[in-house]
């Protein structure tokens, strides 16, 4: 409970900043501790708990499960707003919205508050080989899509291979069992430690609860799937099949978290319903701190 009372007490810090900063300002720090958590603190995160990490079968659920969790909530946004009628920018907010969870801002905090350190190498997997590498190659894709722009294969590729955090997901895993050197893993370990309060005040600066009233049909839809259908039928799955253990528990745990931030705002600046995006970006990071609880609790439950 500390730990959740932790989170919220970064997270509410960050959005108490947001209200005493000029735009310019609040936006240059939320822009400054998104870059350190991405472009640092992440990577050492994945070369501190990655290496030795038992590679084993486990270490394909949570990739195959992120990539059919996005496959199929890309496909039912699809469907029901064919069937519902709604216009071409909002499927694709939703398209940026639904299928993408947000598994390294709040992820990460919150794995390491409900499984501990041992939950991380699954988390960590999920993020980088699940939905980063759908949001460097796939996303794009669909942004060129609804967008307008030019989708170019070359490109994306050298963006994403060039990444510090994927780059660091190899490294680790070049590494084996040894890891990093011990004065190198302690200063490693020191800036990890950094990630769950940069990125909570990071995630505080930046949220929006704009909430326009003509939208909320599509509004209840995503937070509906994305929080609670979508985590919960991976879970009934897992059930089906016998699925369980640590590896099991953790990627049904991520497939629970808020939208994602980057597709979030890579929707909001192509112009798709930037108030629709906002509103259920900033309302999907709220309510994930009673959702999540919630799914794991379930999954605990029911996979033991």
Do not use: H
């Amino acid at each position: 409970m500390s730990s959740i009372l932790l989170l919220l007490g970064f997270f509410a810090l960050g959005f108490s900043l947001r209200g005493r900063m000029a735009e310019p300002r609040r936006a240059s720090t939320a822009l400054l501790l998104n870059r350190y958590v991405v472009y640092v603190a992440l990577p050492a995160l994945i070369l501190v708990y990655l290496p030795g990490v038992d590679p084993n079968g486990a270490l394909a659920l949570p990739v195959l499960s992120a990539w059919g969790i996005f496959g199929l909530s890309a496909l039912f946004v699809l469907l029901v707003a064919r069937w519902v009628g709604w216009s071409r920018s909002i499927t694709g907010a939703l398209l940026f919205t639904v299928p993408f969870g947000n598994t390294s801002f709040l992820g990460i905090p919150f794995t390491l508050t409900y499984y501990g350190k041992a939950g991380l190498p699954y988390t960590l997997i999920y993020d980088q080989l699940g939905s980063f590498l759908i949001l460097s190659t796939v996303g794009i894709f669909l942004l060129s899509l609804y967008s307008g722009s030019r989708f170019r294969l070359g490109t994306t590729l050298l963006r994403m291979l060039r990444f510090p955090a994927f780059i660091a997901l190899f490294l680790a895993l070049f590494l084996g069992e040894s890891g990093l050197p011990g004065p190198l893993r302690t200063l490693c370990a020191a800036l990890a430690s950094t990630l769950s309060p940069a990125a909570m005040i990071a995630v505080g600066l930046q949220l929006r609860l704009r909430f326009p009233r003509e939208e909320r049909l599509p509004f209840l839809f995503a937070l509906g799937t994305k929080l609670f259908l979508a985590p919960l039928l991976l879970l009934g799955l897992f059930a089906l099949l016998d699925i369980g253990g640590l590896a099991a528990k953790v990627t049904v745990f991520e497939a629970a978290m808020a939208p994602m931030v980057s597709s979030s705002t890579l929707a909001i600046l192509a112009g798709l319903e930037a108030g629709f995006v906002a509103s259920v970006l900033g309302y999907g990071i709220l309510l994930s701190f009673l959702s999540v609880p919630v799914v794991w609790w379930i999954t605990e439950l029911i996979l033991g």
